[in-house]
């Protein structure tokens, strides 16, 4: 049974950081890209990053320089290091693969007070 448990999230101030897993479960994980989206309220669902099999990583522009992402392939994980957060980065933060999606976990809720 194929199993994407987030956590990490919490509500911080701005200018703070948080570091968000991904636990994966079920899922043959090294071969596949794998990223971080997220969801503000009344927004559709965004991709924040992601990362290859090979380590290359791309970020979207809103992110970019402020996010980073990473995998450890041994324990089946994908990591968020978020720093300098802002208000508009407060959304629900979930993982999956890409492109093909798994069914989404239950996301990890990020809220960040100006």
């Known amino acids: 049974q194929v199993q994407l448990v987030e956590s990490g999230g919490g509500l911080v101030q701005a200018g703070t950081s948080l570091r968000l897993s991904c636990a994966t479960s079920g899922i043959i994980f090294h071969d596949k890209v794998w990223a971080w989206y997220r969801q503000a309220p009344g927004k559709q669902r965004e991709l924040v990053a992601h990362i290859s099999n090979f380590d290359t990583t791309n970020y979207a522009d809103s992110v970019k320089g402020r996010f980073t992402i990473s995998r450890d392939n041994a324990k089946n994980a994908v990591y968020l290091q978020m720093n300098s957060l802002k208000p508009v980065d407060t959304a629900i933060y979930y993982c999956?693969?890409?492109?093909?999606?798994?069914?989404w976990g239950q996301g990890t809720q990020v809220t960040v007070s100006s």
């Open positions: 999956n693969s890409l492109p093909d999606v798994y069914v």
